[in-house]
């Protein structure tokens, strides 16, 4: 009672003002308003900086600059640039990265959230979210001293005897493999690795989410644990999991140190797996400081613009999967 | 009377601990069958622990140990030979809140049979006609067999959970308070249902609310906590001479509302 008399106490004008402000809801209103404001205005200023400044090539090449059917040449002594390589670099790198990390992650994610001991776990979580963590300029590093030798260029020899010699895969599979390793199929795997621990710990913790009762159900059904998984587990979590699968893939197409160091940083080489190439990223990264003409650094920046939006189309499409994806599970 | 009667399952000195906890304490009863046998009484006295030990749910709690035998048709379904996943096919259960799968009203039906290898369409379609007709959900959704489960209503939903856990034909339904998320009409409907579905299988639900007890039961046990707060079988009896004429003083404090 003796608060509600201190409040009756209080000068009418402080009562109008509080009134008038929602006590304060008001502020905090228009304060995250702002915030969220400030997110919108930098991705439209981001968009058309980029833009704005990419005119120049835009100009000369037009369509031809991202066309898979133009004779690709980056020269910039001679003021030559077309996009394709790079582009293709990007995408063949996080495709191939993409689906050799899927299985893999969710294979640890179900194993992490439903089979692991209890005392197991802990130190697991730890482990994936250490790699989660580390630079990708120390990926990069191990992936030149220890990974590329040891394990990509065996892997790449392989693949250059087996699939490389059948004809119509030559295209995509022609060696012979690079002595250094350098090259997209090694870019593919420190990719993999790189997005593996980001898949499996956002997948596992869709699984967690899942509520118990939709797994006593399904075992109440006589389903096995495996059935249960599969069955159950999976749907119920698929459009977290295909969250999960979006930001890898966003990271594997954004990432840019770790693919430099690893892909051999050259404009031609076809289109096999086993050649050394470019990505997106890695051209800008690459190329940038040393850009002396407009013309070059303006085909570096209209790369960035195609960079943003396939990024956003991605975007796009996987909104779109999730919003079906619920519909026809949740109903909603 | 009741030495007539066929003997579905048989619980026997059943106890059940969680890692050094008991939380029962030798239940022995009986379960009739096509009877349905209400499990009665206070908050945390093990009703749920009882029931989720005749489908072998508590496997899923780690540290569960259990004492004693719990008999379907004569044979323990603890014996470390015996499968669990055959004594979960001929024990369904039914859970307190609805918890319909993520996909289509037909996939929810028909998940069970498939699992067990069923996959022809004619087969499927006329199960699941057949189960969402016994859980009297038929004619609420023969229209939008192909929509999600989960856009039902709460009533709806836990009679898709009934339907679907009796489109294996199982031979006992176990329910766990089926009724306590639900609104008074769901309620009511659910309860007709359990009445309908007695005829083709044994029965047995707990249920906090005396009053559905004495509505839907057959047979009504009543459990209570002892000093150890270990759940303890007070008294199993026909339900109208359970509620009308209690043997125990405890039980008939409990069913005129003097505690619990």
């Given amino acids: 009672m003796a608060n509600l008399k201190a409040i009756k106490r209080r000068p009418r004008w402080y009562n109008k ?37 990419s005119t120049l090539s835009r100009h000369q090449f037009g369509w031809a600059f991202i066309s898979p059917w133009v004779p690709s040449s980056w020269n910039p002594a001679l003021d030559k640039f077309q996009a ?14 993409l689906i050799l990390a899927i299985p893999f992650s969710l294979g640890i994610a179900i194993f992490l959230a439903e089979l692991a001991p ?38 790449g020899e392989v693949i250059a005897k087996t699939a490389g010699q059948i004809p ?11 002595v250094s390793g ?12 790189m997005i593996t621990p980001t898949i499996t710990a956002v997948s596992r913790d869709v699984l967690l989410a899942i509520p118990q009762s939709q797994r006593e159900a399904s075992l109440a059904l006589g389903a096995t644990q495996w059935e249960t998984i599969w069955n159950v587990l999976i749907p119920y979590g698929l459009s977290g999991i295909l969250g999960a699968v979006i930001l890898g893939f966003g990271r594997a197409i954004g990432e840019t140190m770790a693919v430099t160091m690893v892909i051999g940083n050259t404009t031609g080489g076809g289109y096999s797996i086993l050649k050394p190439g470019y990505t997106m990223a890695s051209i800008i990264a690459n190329e940038f400081a040393e850009a002396v003409s407009d013309l070059h650094a303006s085909a570096l920046i209209e790369i960035g613009v195609v960079l943003f939006v396939t990024t956003l189309l991605l975007n796009a499409i996987a909104r779109w999967l999730v919003w079906n994806v619920n519909h026809r599970t949740m109903g909603r | ?26 239940v022995t009863m009986p379960v009739y069958e096509h009877k349905v046998t209400a499990i009665i009484g206070p908050s945390g006295c093990g009703k749920s622990t ?11 709690v780690p540290g569960a140990l259990i004492e004693g035998k719990v008999l379907l048709d004569g044979e323990d ?50 199960l699941v006609e057949k189960s969402l007709r016994s859980a009297a959900l038929w004619d609420e959704v023969k229209d939008k067999l192909h929509q999600s489960g989960m856009a039902l209503s709460g009533g709806q939903q836990q009679r898709l959970c009934i339907a679907r856990a009796i489109a294996i034909e199982p031979e006992v339904i176990l329910m766990d308070e089926p009724a306590s998320a639900l609104d008074p009409v769901a309620t009511l409907r659910i309860e007709e249902l359990i009445f309908q579905l007695k005829e083709r299988f044994s029965i047995v639900i707990v249920t906090h609310n005396m009053q559905q007890a004495a509505r839907v039961s057959d047979y009504t046990t009543f459990l209570l906590m002892n000093e150890e707060r270990a759940g303890e079988l007070i008294e199993f009896n026909v339900t109208t001479t359970l509620f009308t004429r209690p043997k125990d003083k405890r039980t008939e404090d409990y069913i005129t509302g003097r505690f619990g």
Avoid: C
């Fill in chain 1, 17 to 53: 003002i509080g009134y008038w402000l929602q006590h304060g809801d008001r502020i905090w209103k228009a304060l995250l308003f702002l915030s969220s404001l400030l997110i919108v205005s930098l991705v439209v200023w981001i968009a058309w900086r980029l833009w704005y400044q």
């Fill in chain 1, 84 to 97: 394709w390589p790079s582009i293709y670099g990007s995408l063949i790198t996080s495709v191939i990265a």
């Fill in chain 1, 118 to 155: 209890a005392y197991a776990r802990p130190p697991l979580n730890y482990m994936i979210e250490m790699l989660a963590a580390v630079p990708s300029v120390v990926y990069g590093l191990w992936g030149i001293y220890v990974f590329l030798p040891l394990i990509v260029v065996p892997i």
């Fill in chain 1, 168 to 178: 119509g895969l030559t295209t995509f599979f022609g060696g012979p493999m690079p």
């Fill in chain 1, 182 to 193: 350098l090259s997209r199929f090694g870019a593919a795997l420190i990719l993999t690795i």
């Fill in chain 2, 1 to 26: 009377m009741q030495n007539t009667l066929p003997i579905k399952m048989e619980i026997q000195e059943l106890s059940v601990f969680y890692k050094s906890f008991r939380a029962l304490n030798k």
């Fill in chain 2, 50 to 60: 009882l029931l989720r030990s005749l489908n072998r749910m508590t496997d899923l």
């Fill in chain 2, 77 to 126: 379904i603890y014996d470390p030979k015996k499968d669990v996943v055959d004594v979960r096919r001929r024990v369904g259960m039914v859970f307190q809140h609805p918890n319909p799968f993520p996909m289509s009203i037909y996939d929810n039906v028909a998940f069970g049979p498939r699992l067990y290898g069923l996959k022809k369409r004619a087969f499927l379609d006329e």
